[in-house]
């Protein structure tokens, strides 16, 4: 029996709008402890503001959640260990990054 589209996705995707509210601010809290700690593994001094440690913290949780959900140990926004060590590896490879673009601006000025 068809049970229709609704039964067959995941619950995140059927999450009300309080729900979606908690899990997006659960999303930004862990972007800014991923891009912390990303900054924290990653030597030397970076120029990065409060707004840039975040979105680069939420971006490498991004790409966490998807190389997890990729391997199959979780929903992309499910907190778990593989998701949050990919995370912030992925975080601090996109500091090494932006760090590189800013670098390049600051030369040519």
């Given at each position: 029996?068809?049970?229709?589209?609704?039964?067959?996705?995941?619950?995140?995707?059927?999450?009300?709008?309080?729900?979606?509210?908690?899990?997006?601010?659960?999303?930004?809290?862990?972007?800014?402890?991923?891009?912390?700690?990303?900054?924290?593994?990653?030597?030397?001094?970076?120029?990065?503001?409060?707004?840039?440690?975040?979105?680069l913290g939420l971006a490498g949780s991004v790409i966490g959640g998807?190389?997890?959900?990729?391997?199959?140990t979780g929903d992309i926004f499910e907190l778990n260990v593989l998701?949050?060590?990919?995370?912030?590896?992925?975080?601090?490879?996109?500091?090494?990054?932006?760090?590189?673009?800013?670098?390049?601006?600051?030369?040519?000025?």
């Open positions: 029996m068809a049970r229709g589209l609704a039964a067959t996705r995941p619950r995140s995707y059927a999450a009300g709008p309080t729900e979606w509210t908690v899990i997006v601010i659960g999303f930004i809290v862990a972007g800014l402890i991923i891009g912390a700690l990303a900054r924290l593994i990653k030597p030397g001094k970076q120029n990065l503001g409060l707004l840039a440690t975040l979105l998807v190389v997890a959900n990729l391997l199959d998701g949050f060590v990919v995370a912030v590896i992925a975080s601090v490879l996109l500091i090494g990054v932006a760090e590189g673009i800013s670098g390049r601006r600051k030369v040519r000025r």
